[in-house]
């Protein structure tokens, strides 16, 4: 391949990746930028192939901070919904904040102190 070539399909992909983050279906984003690069559906397709390494290549780098990410956005979100007087959000927030910790409702259950009243009959 000529270098011009290289950097022209090195674009083409670049700006496909960017377009990926549309919501369109695969197929549909694949025609669209044949049509817009003026290149055939196959090299379409290709450059897809290629953007779809970068897409693997970027998850397999942000996983590990992936966890830590997440619960910084749901911590943020928890105190957003607080503030607001989001009670309900607040709590479907901290019960997936639970979830994450290996929190779960059998655990809740058994830990929760059990409260036991009765009432006796009053003898007169």
Known sequence: MQPEQTESKVGRVRRL??????????????????EKEQVSVQTAWRDWAEVKK???EDWQADRENMLARLQHMRTKLFHQA???GQLQTASQVLDSIGKVIGE????????APELKISIEKKDD
Do not use: F, P
């Open 82 to 84: 607080l503030k607001k």
């Open 54 to 56: 970068i897409v693997d």
């Open 17 to 34: 990746y960017k377009r990926q983050l549309d919501g369109l279906s695969s197929t549909a984003l694949v025609y669209d930028h044949a």
């Open 104 to 111: 779960s409702v059998e655990t809740v259950n058994i830990q």
